[in-house]
């Protein structure tokens, strides 16, 4: 498995503590207070997780406290205080909060991302940016000041709901530009092209999104890409780090995983589209370290942290 360690801290020195205050002040007095600024959300936890399987849609998330370690196929990610991650595709990810405590907890600031906004800024920016092959869908590194510091300020209307009503859309255009143009950007660039790969796959993991429970045909699937089936195959592999087959094999066991809190492994396993409850017991412990019939943290609803509150 390859690891991307985040490297925040060496590379550049950035002042987190505004940020910090802010969430940690509104997740404990005021959480309703979010709902001023549209996508935006906290993940506070005092606690190390145990494994969390979820589905990351399009999103960025900043570390403020604490640790984590995120991953989807051979790709690993060990984030810390001033790292960010983006994720611009639908993803079925495996985490761990590794680093957490009430004394200090584990703290992310989470802003879901509109790629109807991203593609919106194409006739500004398409002359400035090339796509790049070697883009992935998860993409971590440290936090750029550059989209850092409007999201302080988007942050900061939540303390006055006529400036978040007025000011809110064109701060949040403003992140979304600095996103693209970032490192951590790649895949959103590519993304600005129609009919580029990543959006070719995009239009496919929709349709796998949409059917996850039903027979899987790669052939299909190449088809509603506009790809011959071995192009799809690679391409979908690149972008996603992970096979169409995989992937929608994830989809159901994460979808199963927060059945078991109210469902038999049989019920879970029929529910998701598997024929065999031995099959699905075997791969579900082969992606979870334990059999489904074992594994006591079942109820996952709160730990889709990609989704804001």
Request: glycine content about 4%.
């Amino acid at each position: 498995m390859r690891s991307l360690i985040g490297t925040a801290g060496m590379e550049q020195h950035i002042d987190l503590s505004r940020l910090t205050d802010l969430c940690n002040h509104y997740s404990v007095t005021a959480p309703e207070a979010f709902k001023l600024l549209p996508g935006l959300s906290i993940l506070r936890r005092e606690a190390e997780s145990d494994i969390e399987a979820v589905i990351y849609e399009p999103v960025v998330c900043l570390i403020l406290q604490g640790s984590k370690v995120t991953s989807i196929g051979n790709q690993s990610v060990n984030l810390h205080p001033g790292d960010a991650l983006l994720v611009s595709h639908d993803l079925p990810v495996v985490s761990r909060i590794t680093g957490a405590s009430v004394e200090e907890p584990y703290l992310a600031a989470i802003l879901s991302l509109d790629l109807g906004l991203v593609r919106s800024l194409y006739d500004q920016v398409a002359d400035a940016l090339a796509p790049d092959d070697d883009a992935r869908s998860l993409s971590a590194g440290p936090a750029d000041p550059a989209w850092l510091a409007p999201l302080v300020r988007y942050f900061e209307l939540i303390e006055n709901p006529l400036d978040a009503k007025v000011l809110g859309p064109s701060i949040r255009r403003e992140i979304h530009y600095r996103l693209l143009l970032s490192p951590i950007g790649k895949m959103l660039r590519n993304l600005l092209v129609a009919d580029s790969h990543a959006s070719r796959v995009a239009k496919a993991i929709r349709k796998v999104r949409a059917e996850y429970r039903s027979p899987l045909s790669v052939a299909d699937l190449a088809k509603t890409a506009g790809m011959s089936a071995s192009s799809f195959h690679e391409h979908f592999k690149s972008v996603t780090g992970t096979t169409p087959l995989q992937y929608q094999k994830d989809l159901r066991l994460i979808e199963a995983k927060v059945l078991l809190a109210d469902h038999t492994v049989s019920e879970a396993a029929y529910a998701v589209g598997y024929e065999s409850p031995t099959h699905f017991s075997r791969d579900y412990s082969r992606k979870f370290g334990l059999p489904p019939s074992r594994d006591a943290s079942v109820a996952f609803s709160a730990s889709r942290d990609a989704i804001p509150a």
